[in-house]
């Protein structure tokens, strides 16, 4: 399978701790996003890196959040001290730099905060 | 900044009928795409409009972007138990990296 792969497809921690979460885009994609999406709602962007810069970051985003690319491959989003309006659906996303592609979705990561 | 808002949020349809789903912005889009999200899954691309008064069609599924490159709708005719989800429109404006994403309408079909 070469689409968009997370890890932990679940998670659940105690309010307070930090977590970190992997997503692995498709190999020949440049573009990678990260998206939260709650119950009822569509998903809302949180951050997105061309390579490995980090273009854009929402201003929703506290600064608790802090995601990575190295070497413009795999993507690593952490939250730290976790509140229990944290937990989400993480999607991570990738498409390709040329024109204006479509985003390829991972099956996501579930946070739940207790 | 751009909002991205879709109407109904739900529609129940009974097999066989037809519905439509509108998209709207608060400014002009360089193009809008469409996904679907099953129950339990991730959005999945659709289509993708970039001109102004685009039509596409994919077998029940007709897409059309607006004149002003402000507003979408889906129309799907036919509905059948496989078009259960949650569809969504988003779109990205022309300074804008970022794909912005609507509230989806969730389908639900009657048999």
């Known amino acids: 399978d070469t689409g968009v792969s997370q890890d932990p497809r679940h998670k659940i921690t105690k309010r307070g701790q930090n977590v970190t979460f992997r997503c692995d885009p498709i190999?020949?994609?440049?573009?990678l996003y990260w998206y939260r999406q709650t119950l009822g709602q569509g998903p809302e962007f949180l951050t997105y890196f061309q390579n490995e810069a980090q273009l854009e970051k929402s201003r929703l985003l506290s600064d608790r959040f802090s995601a990575e690319r190295p070497k413009g491959s795999f993507s690593t989003l952490e939250i730290q001290r976790t509140e229990q309006g944290d937990s989400a659906m993480y999607l991570c996303?990738?498409?390709?730099?040329?024109?204006?592609?479509?985003?390829?979705f991972g099956n996501g990561t579930r946070l739940t905060v207790t | 900044g751009q909002q991205v808002m879709q109407i109904p949020q739900y529609q129940h349809v009974q097999e066989g009928e037809d519905f439509t789903t509108y998209c709207n912005s608060s400014?002009?889009?360089?193009?809008i795409q469409w996904y679907k999200q099953r129950p339990g899954g991730h959005p999945v691309f659709l289509i993708q409009l970039v001109k102004s008064g685009e039509v596409k069609k994919q077998k029940r599924l007709t897409f059309q972007f607006g004149e002003a490159k402000k507003n979408s709708s889906l129309h799907i005719t036919a509905t059948q138990t496989t078009d259960v989800g949650t569809y969504f429109c988003?779109?990205?404006?022309?300074?804008?990296?970022?794909?912005?994403f609507g509230a989806g309408t969730t389908v639900t079909v009657r048999a």
């Open positions: 190999s020949e994609h440049n573009r």
């Open positions: 996303a990738s498409s390709l730099v040329q024109g204006l592609s479509p985003l390829h």
């Open positions: 400014t002009t889009l360089s193009n």
């Open positions: 988003a779109g990205f404006t022309q300074d804008d990296y970022k794909l912005s």
